[in-house]
């Protein structure tokens, strides 16, 4: 299923005059689909109204759901437990370090992402689970699907810089991929992301966690 591109992580507005479609299909160095990248635009048109504040996080099969969320600056993301044992979710991340003790259900507060920047998360009883919220002050951003693709409706006509993000690209850093003049034609454009060789990122029940060890450490010196 395509997704669509997020402006001001939900933003409701007006049609444009002078705008277009714009999708970017995101593939690895082998020419092959890179899901779970986020592509965001900035410049452009100046943006004017309200916007969507909260988003989901979601927690099944002992998974993060979805695996990467991105989310304008400022937005408030809950983070319901669907499985039947209970979780602790924290990140020690510079964007947002956080902790939410062991629980079933929903939280009742959302945590507040009020810093750009990547958030790792992590599971202090299931070292596998692995989640990223990239947070961002661009007003135009998505993740692209499994057919790696993104599409943005309505986007306005105008002069971008276009920037990627993957949980595998090297060293786990924004890549500036060149600028974007959209036109008020339909435009579709490919971008290659290299990413590190491996089937997954997502850590597979490994005995420890460099998560689970920062965790267990900073809860022992607070105990003290």
Known sequence: MLRLGALLSGLVFSTWVGAASFEARIVQA?????ADAVLSLSGGPAVVGSRK??????????????????????????????????H???????????????????PSQPELFDKPGVVVLGCNIHDWMLGYIYVTEDPWFAVSDEQGR????????????VSLWHPRSADAQVQQTGKLDMTTTDMTQRYTLTVEATADDAVQEPATSP???AFKKAAGEAAQ
């Open 30 to 34: 082998n020419g092959a689909p890179l």
């Open 53 to 86: 504040a909260t988003a989901i996080m979601d927690q099944r099969a002992q998974k993060y759901l979805p695996h990467v969320l991105a989310v304008a600056t400022g937005t408030s993301v809950s983070f319901p437990n669907n499985d039947n044992i209970r």
């Open 88 to 106: 602790q979710v924290y990140s020690f991340s510079p964007a947002k370090r956080f902790e939410l003790r062991l629980y079933e259900g929903t």
């Open 150 to 161: 993104v599409r943005f409706d309505q986007l306005p006509a105008g002069h971008y810089q």
């Open 211 to 213: 998560f689970s060890e």
